[in-house]
Structure formats: C-alpha cells, structure tokens
C-alpha cells in the first residue's frame, strides 16, 4: 500500500526546517532551489507546498507565532495565580530571546520584500493573538496588553544590535518589574500597586536615587 501523507504535518515539518534556514541563511537571497535543497526536498514538492518565496515566508511567521504562543499558553494557563502566571510569563521571554530575534529579523525581510497587506495581516495575526492570550492569561485590558507587546517587541530589537543575552534579559528584568505592581499587586489588592509603583519606578526614573547606582528590585 501507499504511504498516506499527513500534508498538514508534512507542511509544518517543512516550516520548520525553513525557519532553522532562513534563521542562519536569510530570507532576501535564498532562491527556491536553494530553500529546497537546504531542507531535503526536490524543488517540485517545495512549489507544491507553496507557490512563491514570499507564500514560504508568511506562513513561516504566522506558524512560528501561533506555536510560540501555544507552548506559553500550555505553560502558564495551569498556575493558579497572577503572580505565578506573571513570573512563567517572564521566564519564557528569557529562554525564547532567540526566537523573538529571529521572529523580529524575518518580520523586516517580509516588511522589505513582501506586499503591504500580506505583511500587514500577518503582523495582525500575530499580534492579536498574542495579545488576545495575555490579556486573558494575566486578567488585564486589551489594551494594556498590547502596551506590554509593543514595549518587548522594542526590547527585542534593541537586543539585535548588543551581544549575547545578557542585554536582552537585563532589559526584560527592568521592563518586568516596572509593570509587576500594575500586574500581580492589582490582582491581589487594588490598594497596594500605587504604593509599590512608586517603590519600584523612583530608582528607575529618577536620575539621583537615595540608594545611588542600579536600581534594586524585589521580586
């Protein structure tokens, strides 16, 4: 008998394998036969799966973005509090600074290199359901989430220029814990954020704080 083809399962496999390559490669000056032979299919099966370059990139992204958001659901949904769904949050930033670049990095060559509306529909898909699940996950407005979106999606790229994680996760810290007292100490007194707000953000903001150096946060 034949073997059956999963396609669906076949197509992500593929994804998959473009992401690794467009990651280290990418994606402006990889041809189709380049794309194909770099993840172990003919040309013929790559056309089949997909019918330009720029169709292999925005499924990419939508697919990545969709499975990134479905692991850090998984993650986060079973804790019980805000404050220990805030903290899973924060740690998966961490561990998928990689990720988040490489996201980051193919959302310019497709800005560059693809239509406006194709760009722009993928970006929305992404964004709204990012969105969509952290506000559900940690009990904030629409719009708050989205306010949290934009300010990591500016910390990742500020990433691509520095070396290493170190940068990326000092910036996540800072960034996490100047919206931990809106987040987690709303959720368990609506009297308390305004006082621990001011605690955490007066080191940050101020140029000459009464402890003198880098901020120190609790956590």
């Known amino acids: 008998m034949p073997k059956i083809v999963d396609h669906d399962e076949y197509r992500e496999e593929m994804l998959e394998k473009c992401f690794h390559f ?6 402006s000056k990889a041809t189709m036969r380049e794309i194909a032979d770099k993840i172990g299919i003919s040309t013929g099966t790559l056309y089949h799966y997909f019918s330009t ?5 925005g499924e990419l992204i939508s697919w990545a973005g969709e499975k990134n958001i479905s692991d850090y659901i998984s993650r986060v949904k079973p804790a019980d509090s805000i404050r220990q769904r805030f903290k899973l949050i924060v740690d998966f930033w961490k561990e998928n600074g990689n990720f988040y670049q490489n996201i980051m990095l193919l959302t310019i060559d497709m800005q560059r290199n693809s239509s406006s509306e194709q760009y722009k529909k993928v970006y929305a898909f992404f964004s709204d359901r990012y969105c969509d699940a952290m506000s559900e996950q ?3 407005s629409r719009q708050f989430a989205m306010f949290i979106f934009i300010h990591f999606l500016g910390i990742t790229f500020h990433s691509l220029a520095t070396s290493g994680n170190t940068e990326y996760e000092r910036q996540i810290d800072l960034f996490s814990n100047m919206i931990k007292p809106l987040i987690v100490d709303a959720a368990e007194d609506n009297a308390h954020p305004v006082k621990k707000g001011r605690k955490v953000l007066k ?12 901020p120190v946060f609790t956590k």
């Open 203 to 214: 080191p940050v903001l101020m140029k000459n704080s009464a402890r003198g150096g880098e």
């Open 53 to 57: 370059k720029e169709n292999i990139l």
């Open 138 to 140: 940690l009990n904030i």
């Open 22 to 27: 467009f990651s280290r490669k990418g994606y």
